[in-house]
């Protein structure tokens, strides 16, 4: 998948039409969505899905989500529970996916679900992708970087990431939330909370434990890493570390001098990258309260701090 020439260009008409064509022609593209950046194929060919995990080098067992354009589409591949048919009025379009029961016959590959009975769909709140799948249909799309890397919110971290294996990436200009969505699974009323995301888990009426196993994106242990070792709850740094503040730590940058988790949300991967590359050995973290979004927030810097399978041991 190396050696290709990746070409960035505006994500304007011209831009999708590009995007469009190669998406038909079967070769991933990387788009912009709300939350981060994806790298879609058509989720019904199972040869174009088979490029985007060889492009991230993403383990076959890790299941993807869907982007679809609305809760109609959606009901083309899964069945929509009440329950589910609710919090897609209350959050979609928006920065929640739901893993459902998989309809017998649906047009998406096998490999999109990675064997399991269940999809993971979401409606994006964003017009780009959402005029990509208007013109393809539904979409396959983890996040646009190479597997357990630090995702992207901005067109040259994809780059960065995966320039040489795509060919294509439209730029959307940053991310608005700034990190991925939130995941549950619903088994008739009840709902479990899989992945924190950008909507709070608060909102959802979660009544139900998550089910053990890979049964959705972003559950690897190690995951969203730089190069770098990182440190978690970090008051001060080190002399080789690159320290990133929150509140009233300043560190070296800042997720967010005021305090405020949505915007921490926003920058937690635009800081991470620019923590990756400024020189320092290591990566010390301040304290990131744990309510509301900071739950998803702390979800990513967990598994950025996580021993990788190549680390050995556990990084500190």
Request: proline share 7%; with cysteine; charged share 15%.
């Amino acid at each position: 998948m190396t050696g290709q020439t990746t070409q960035t260009v505006a994500a304007d008409a011209a831009g999708i039409a590009l995007a469009v064509t190669a998406l038909r022609a079967g070769d991933p593209v990387a788009l912009p969505t709300e939350t981060v950046y994806g790298l879609a194929a058509v989720a019904a060919d199972g040869a174009a899905v088979a490029r985007v995990y060889a492009a991230k080098g993403r383990p076959a067992f890790n299941p993807l989500i869907v982007h679809v354009a609305d809760a109609a589409m959606a009901a083309t591949l899964v069945q929509i529970s009440p329950a589910a048919r609710a919090l897609m009025a209350r959050f979609w379009p928006g920065p929640l996916t739901l893993v459902l029961p998989l309809l017998e016959g649906a047009s998406v590959a096998g490999i999109v679900t990675a064997g399991l009975p269940t999809l993971a769909v979401r409606c994006p709140a964003h017009a780009v992708m959402q005029a990509v799948i208007a013109a393809v249909g539904p979409l396959a799309a983890p996040s646009a970087n190479a597997s357990g890397r630090i995702s992207a919110t901005r067109a040259d971290h994809v780059a960065a990431s995966l320039g040489g294996r795509i060919g294509l990436i439209l730029d959307g200009g940053p991310c608005a939330a700034g990190i991925e969505s939130t995941i549950v699974a619903l088994d008739g009323a009840s709902v479990a909370l899989l992945r924190p995301g950008a909507i709070p888990a608060e909102l959802l009426g979660i009544t139900a434990a998550a089910p053990t196993g890979i049964t959705a994106p972003g559950q690897l242990a190690s995951h969203y890493a730089p190069h770098q070792p990182v440190r978690l709850d970090a008051l001060t740094a080190h002399a080789h570390e690159f320290h990133i503040g929150f509140g009233r730590i300043a560190g070296d940058l800042s997720l967010s001098a005021s305090g405020d988790l949505i915007e921490a949300a926003a920058r937690l991967f635009d800081t991470l990258h620019a923590a990756e590359a400024s020189g320092g050995t290591a990566i010390a973290v301040a304290p990131i309260p744990d309510n509301g979004i900071g739950a998803a927030i702390n979800d990513r810097l967990r598994r950025a701090a996580a021993a990788r399978p190549h680390d050995g041991e556990r990084r500190r």
